[in-house]
């Protein structure tokens, strides 16, 4: 069965679920440059995602790539794709009396870091990241799963990412819209920093990286 004509989707609920989700993706890379354009940088990277999603459907017609099953998770990776592309420009620039800079990767005390993170993301690495994070301290175990699942979609069948926190005995559902007040708030954000960067120092993934380098 193939996948809905983008005529055919509800657009209004689209981006409506698109700007909650950048907007948590904006507040979780906490760029100073962004601050004060929060809500433009929103509209503008929700515009490209649907550009982007849009301009696909040709190709897909034509029968030169393969339809997606669901719509709306890819339009929402496209929406992930762009705000990750955005933060990189954003660390690899540095500020300086009105131009910027190239910043060498060598002087960048987290790229090291970053490469790992991003690399926790590859479906080989989810049984890993289940596995580990279920022996992390309960704060920044709770941290990390409630930023898990917010950036995540529960309407159709779980994403192996899912699955694999699911044979841990971890469903990371009961993690959406976790209440909490302000300072609750940042508080969980410095756990998740934590979680991510113990993440990225354990042996297990350091191993997986060495051992998946090209």
């Known amino acids: 069965m193939g996948s809905p004509h983008p005529l055919a989707l509800n657009w209004e609920e689209l981006y409506a679920r698109l700007r909650r989700l950048v907007r948590r993706l904006i507040a979780r890379y906490s760029v100073a440059a962004w601050r004060g354009q929060e809500e433009d ?7 490209e995602s649907v550009r ?5 459907q040709p190709r897909v017609e034509r029968g030169e ?3 997606v099953r669901s719509p ?6 496209i929406a992930c794709n762009c ?22 990767r060598g002087m960048e005390a987290g790229e090291a870091t970053e490469q790992a993170l991003e690399r926790v993301y590859q479906q080989e690495l989810f049984t ?8 992390f301290p309960q704060g920044q175990r709770r941290a990390l799963l409630i930023d898990l699942a917010e950036l995540m979609s529960f309407d ?3 994403t192996a990412l899912q699955n694999a926190f699911l044979e841990q005995g971890i469903d990371l559902s009961h993690y959406r819209d976790w209440p909490e007040d302000r300072r609750q708030h940042e508080q969980r ?4 920093n934590h979680a991510y960067r113990r993440l990225a120092r354990l042996p297990s993934i350091r191993a997986y990286i060495a051992g998946h380098e090209h």
């Open 189 to 192: 954000v410095a756990l998740r």
């Open 156 to 158: 159709e069948e779980p």
């Open 41 to 47: 940088l929103v509209e503008d990277i929700v515009q």
């Open 65 to 67: 790539i393969e339809p």
């Open 83 to 104: 705000c990750l592309d955005l933060y990189r420009r954003e660390r690899r620039l540095i500020h300086t009396g009105g131009e910027y800079l190239p910043v060498l």
């Open 52 to 56: 982007r999603f849009i301009e696909r």
């Open 128 to 135: 890993i990241v289940a596995r580990e994070v279920e022996h």
């Open 72 to 77: 709306e998770h890819l339009l929402f990776t």
